[in-house]
């Protein structure tokens, strides 16, 4: 399998799903690397972006699909 070649910002996956960004970071943050879940660090430091390639896109879909199935059906995640 070929490395990624791209990566999509939490800002821009909040879009594609129609979700709040700060909701989606922290749905996330179940997310690990091997799931396509990655931090990019600008110039400083102290400056981190989520970002997910296309695959941790897909992960971060489902993981926004379990939970609404579980708040749909009366269930606490």
């Known amino acids: 399998m070929a490395a990624p ?3 999509f910002t939490i800002a821009r996956a909040a879009r594609m799903f129609g979700e ?3 909701w989606l970071e922290e749905l996330a943050m179940k ?3 091997e799931d396509g879940r ?3 660090r600008d110039i400083d430091d102290d400056i981190a972006v989520t970002a997910f ?3 941790g896109v ?3 879909k489902e993981l926004v699909e379990e939970y609404k199935a ?3 059906a009366g269930r606490r995640v």
């Open 5 to 7: 070649s791209f990566v």
């Open 20 to 22: 709040d960004e700060d």
């Open 31 to 33: 997310m690990q690397p």
């Open 38 to 40: 990655l931090h990019v």
């Open 53 to 55: 390639t296309p695959a």
């Open 58 to 60: 897909e992960h971060l």
């Open 70 to 72: 579980w708040r749909a």
